[in-house]
């Protein structure tokens, strides 16, 4: 079995080794320019067009990546009718949890203003918020946003979600579709995006929909720069209808020096790392799904081209 390697970063070695250990069977090779010679897989993070253009032979392309906004860009140069296959959680569904767990509990609790008032040697008591009070909206009922409300779950905070189709979630208030995107909005005192980048999601979080979050609220965006309209978040801040935010993501990245948002103290900063892809777990998914696939089993993480995600 061949199988065509690609990853940003040039971390090649270190994956080739952990790929080798989980398929010793498969002759694994780093694309090159003009390398186009049989495969059956390529495994790729944001592979360049000339590698899969045309490859219709493929039996499946694997996204190093939940996200597949990077691949789906191809558009053209991606090979119909060949699947492409995304990271399913593959350990970065506690990852998220921790993150996302700890923004809400770090503005629930204060410790962001503790953290000011510490830095002026001040020793002031500031009055709790109200848990029945402090809803938490996830955009995105996914992999990663079911694990996050999953997690939420145990402090308990009132809980709200958002996805595509309607879902059903124990101890969770399910919202759809844009018609249920009002109600959900104006119950989330916290708004957490993590949808995946589509046609219909990329600018969801702007003017309009953050003035319907309840005045106050706080906004945590793990998904991608591309959601947040940044203007208009720096105009609600502003006008103190959004308290803060954490972002992991940004429109671009690294995140210039000039932006306005490292000048934003209610703006909490991370560069990407809000859930990694762990080179073990995802080699040892990704090593499975060919093993069934080669049986003739179906596999999930299989994305919808239509749909984008
Ligand atoms: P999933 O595909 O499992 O879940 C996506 C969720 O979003 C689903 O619930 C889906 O609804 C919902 N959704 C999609 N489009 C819409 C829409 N138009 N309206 C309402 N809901 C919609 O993805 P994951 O949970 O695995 O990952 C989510 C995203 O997280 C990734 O796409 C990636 O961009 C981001 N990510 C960020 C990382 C980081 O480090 N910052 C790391 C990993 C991922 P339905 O269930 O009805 O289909």
Redesign the pocket.
Known sequence: MDIIFHATGGQDQPWLDVLAKEMPQAKIRVWREGDSAHADYAIVWKPPAAMLQGRTGLKAIFNL?????AILQLGDALPQGVPVV????AG?GI??AEYVSHAVLRYFRRLDSYDILRSQKQWRFLKPFDKSEFSVGI????????RVLEALQHFGFPLHG????Q?QMAGVTCH???DGLDAFLQASRVLVC?????D??IGILNKHSLSRLPRGAYLIN???GAHLVEADLLALLQQEHIAGATL??FSEEPLPPKHPFWHESRISITP??????LRDDSARQIAEKIQAMQQGQQISGVVDRT???
């Open positions: 990546g939940a996200g597949v906004d995304r990271l399913d959680d970065m990852q998220m955009l995105g009922m996914g992999v990663l946003g079911g958002w996805s595509r189709t879902k759809s579709g844009a993590m949808l995946p980048l589509t219909d999601t793990v998904a991608r992991d993501v990407h790392i809000s859930a990694l892809t749909k984008g995600y």
